[in-house]
């Protein structure tokens, strides 16, 4: 139904490929995921955690609520 990804270093744990089945969203899923892997963090030492939103509006109320703020915005292009 969901899944997210998360990554430790240097006291910092950093969250990837969040995502939520479309049937599934604003149940709290990814946000009770987020919530369960920040306490092991934290028990791990962690002091900050980060994301890189790949689609702000879908993702930003989640971090919102588990009071992230934004720190940078940036924009990645490519060509082949």
């Keep these: 139904v969901s899944t997210l990804s998360s990554f430790i270093t240097n006291h910092t744990v950093s969250f990837w490929n969040a995502a ?10 990814n946000t009770a995921l987020h919530q369960a892997a920040m306490k092991p963090a934290q028990h791990l030492g962690c002091v900050s955690a980060v994301s890189y939103l790949m689609a702000d509006a879908m993702a930003y109320t ?12 940036f924009h990645v292009f490519a060509a082949l």
Excluded: C, N, Q
């Design 62 to 73: 989640i971090y919102k609520d588990l009071v992230f703020t934004v720190a940078w915005r």
């Design 20 to 29: 939520t089945d479309p049937k599934y969203r604003k149940s709290g899923f």
